[in-house]
């Protein structure tokens, strides 16, 4: 009898040990270490294209090679970034007319130099179009052609289409496009072998044209001097008048004796 209470608290026991592992909570699982991402830095302007899928300007430019003194200003001015800005939010596209190297080489030596940080800022702005305009719609455009510089009678730009060419002339450059850099329905870059110089930073620093000479003064006619008769000092003629007097009475009588002698 004792035996089977020792074996009947025993089995309490164990009834009371599983009720108790049963109310007991789950142990959580072990979390697995979290992963941190990097994030990839955020783009600049000159790094990537914006989600639009905007292109760069730069980048096409380097990439088509002969621009590198076109790129420097693009930065130096800042107007890389100003570019980028537009191309994302404009809603006409832009058109650059871009120079070759061989372009600027063919600029008095040192002219970007001489120029101010606001000239060669508008000297950029003079080879952009806030409009994008593809080869055909040159036939049609209005002149002159607004730039980001600006209109006006100091800031010309025209352009003349013809069947096979592209004129532009700013009064100052008469140069053609010589070829598409890149294009699509927002961005045209068009290449250009001379600088687009405005009138409104290079007329003035135009060197002046050399002063005509004047005409040689035709030699005056030589006017004969007047016959001015210098006055004569009074000569005293009287002894001669007496000495004719006396030649003449002598004459008379010497011939007055020959006629009588006859």
């Known amino acids: 009898m004792k035996q089977q209470s020792i074996s ?9 040990c599983t009720y108790t592992f049963a109310q007991s909570p789950a142990a959580a699982p072990a979390q697995a270490p979290a992963v941190v991402v990097a994030q990839p830095p955020a783009a600049t302007p000159t790094q990537a294209a914006a989600p639009h899928g905007i292109t760069n300007v730069t980048k096409i430019l380097e990439k088509a090679g002969h ?15 100003h570019l980028f800005s537009e191309l994302n939010d404009s809603s006409t596209g832009l058109t650059i007319f871009a120079p070759t190297d061989s372009a600027f080489l063919e600029l008095k030596s040192g002219t ?12 950029v702005k003079f080879h952009v179009v806030p409009t994008f305009l593809s080869p055909s719609q040159f036939q049609t455009v209005s002149n002159p052609l607004g ?3 600006g209109t006006g009678s100091r800031l010309p730009l025209n352009v ?15 140069t053609s496009l010589s070829g598409t850099v890149y294009t699509d ?3 045209a870059i068009y290449k250009i072998e001379k600088v687009l110089l405005p009138k409104d930073i290079f007329a003035s620093n135009a060197p002046a044209p050399a002063p005509v000479a004047p005409a040689p003064e035709k030699p005056a006619k030589a006017v004969p001097a007047a016959n001015v008769e210098s006055p004569v000092a009074p000569v005293d003629i009287s002894s001669a008048v007496w000495f004719m007097h006396n030649n003449v009475v002598g004459s008379v009588g010497i011939v007055a004796a020959a006629v009588f002698a006859l």
């Open 185 to 187: 329905n927002q961005l």
């Open 147 to 149: 730039t980001w510089a």
């Open 8 to 16: 009947f608290f025993i089995f309490l026991l164990f009834l009371q």
């Open 112 to 123: 970007l130099n001489t120029l101010s940080d606001g000239d060669k800022s508008e000297l």
């Open 67 to 81: 621009f590198t003194i076109f790129i420097r200003l693009l930065r130096s001015t800042q107007e890389e970034n």
């Open 160 to 174: 003349t289409s013809y069947p096979n060419s592209v004129n532009i002339t700013t009064g100052l450059t008469n």
